[in-house]
């Protein structure tokens, strides 16, 4: 909104200021942009790959209310129903009653709550770190972490099917970055064998679970390779956590708060320096707000659940490998399953069909996935009952039937 330019005489008090009177409801409509907007759209609409937001309430486990009917979820990353706790919602309230609901400014000016401290105790001492830091979000840590690391000069080696956030941190770096083939470390080898020598240092990204693949990545052996040629290693362990245990531990760790953790956040696990180091140089967690005390108090409750009931941890795996027995489908390797279809449309076509029969499977289109490989993403919860997943199994073979596409 414009200030009204008042004439001299006006301050004086010679002459009362008409009051200047916005007539066009929206003064900030500006053609050639909404037509950007639009013909852009169009575009997303021909190829299949426009999105849109459809209310979804859930309403306890994995129940969900979509654009108004019920429904049973498969799509939602609270692996071990922890956002619903008990326990979980009562530490976050109890927290929210006594500290507020924001956490008023960045950490390191006055929004650095004890609770922080206590939750980064917890999440190191469950990865064997001597320290990690809790950022806003699993996508500020990564934006953050990357670009504090690396540089001009340095190698960035990252698995070609990373998360769009690993890939974002990566061009905020500006290091020379090349993507090695997915979970191939025979690549991985050859890429350092290349190209190490050139750069000053070198980090290799990959996460420990692939979020659209459920697939999980050969750290071990990827930890491996990165010790024969000085290269450090940054694991994406949101969708580990709590649900599928490591191979092995990389030297830096993170993941988020919001998946099976049930809350909402991220953290970076590593050593005390390299934490110290972040603290100060890691843009997204210097330049933004303290998570709410209630977010970390949720988490710290979660934490302390899992720690406690290892039985709730195991079932979204043992879940998700009933379903791909019952589909002959290859054995799952995590609390997620992908049911591949190719198409953007047949993907929708199929999680339309799932939905009329009282499932939400949202289809995962390009340019989540590469193209021609759009598919249902089936996520498995502790909170799911045998009887579930086995009626989705069978609406799925039946849908499937009906959409004469076959799952690969
Ligand atoms: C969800 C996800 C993130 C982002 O975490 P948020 O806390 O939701 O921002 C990062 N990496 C991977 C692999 C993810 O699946």
């Given amino acids: 909104m414009r200030h009204p330019v008042r004439a001299p005489a006006d301050r004086a008090g010679l002459t009362p ?13 500006f053609p050639s942009l909404d037509a950007f907007a639009r013909d852009k759209l169009a575009g997303l609409d021909a190829a299949g790959l426009r999105r849109r937001l459809v209310p979804t309430r859930r309403t306890g486990g994995v129940g969900a209310e979509r654009a108004g009917r019920p429904v049973v979820s498969f799509s939602c990353n609270d692996y071990l129903g922890l956002a619903t706790h008990p326990a979980v919602v009562a530490a976050a309230r109890e927290a929210l009653e006594r500290y507020g609901a924001g956490s008023g400014g960045s950490r390191l000016v006055t929004g650095n709550h004890p609770l922080f401290a206590e939750l980064e105790a917890a999440l190191a001492a469950r990865k064997g770190h001597e320290a990690a830091l809790v950022f806003g979000s699993g996508y500020l840590a990564n934006l953050g972490i990357t670009p504090a690391l690396a540089g001009a000069g340095d190698l960035i080696l990252i698995d070609e099917l990373g998360h769009s956030c690993m890939w974002a941190g990566t061009r905020l770096a500006g290091a020379r970055t090349l993507a090695f083939r997915h979970n191939d470390p025979a690549h991985l080898e050859a890429l350092l064998a290349r190209e190490r020598g050139a750069a000053r240092h070198a980090l290799i990204i990959t996460e420990r679970v692939f979020s659209m693949d459920g697939d999980r990545a050969p750290v071990a052996d990827i930890l491996a390779l990165a010790a024969r040629f000085d290269a ?37 696990c590593a050593s005390r320096a390299v934490i110290d180091l972040l603290t100060s140089r890691a843009r997204s967690f210097v330049y933004t707000t303290g998570l709410p005390p209630a977010s970390a108090a949720a988490a710290l409750a979660a934490l302390a ?11 979204p795996l043992a879940l998700a490998r ?4 019952r589909l002959g489908l290859p054995e799952a390797e995590s609390a997620m399953v992908p049911v591949q279809v190719g198409e953007a449309e047949a993907a929708l076509a199929l999680s339309r069909a799932l939905e009329a029969r009282g499932f939400l499977v949202v289809a995962i289109r390009p340019p989540t996935v590469p193209p021609g490989t759009a598919r249902l993403r089936v996520a498995f919860s502790a909170a799911h009952a045998e009887p579930e997943v086995d009626a989705l199994a069978d609406a799925l073979t039946d849908a499937l039937a009906d959409l004469r596409a076959v799952p690969q």
Avoid: C, N, Q
């Fill in 17 to 29: 200021p008409t009051p200047r009177r916005h007539s066009a409801p929206m003064p900030s409509a």
């Fill in 232 to 268: 450090w290693t940054l694991v994406d362990d949101a969708h580990g956590l709590g649900v599928v245990g490591p191979d092995a531990t990389a030297p830096l760790e993170m993941g988020t708060l919001s998946k099976a953790l049930g809350s909402y956040g991220g953290y970076l």
């Fill in 305 to 315: 659940v899992i720690a406690a009931e290892p039985e709730r941890a195991a079932r």
């Fill in 322 to 325: 009933r379903f791909t027995a």
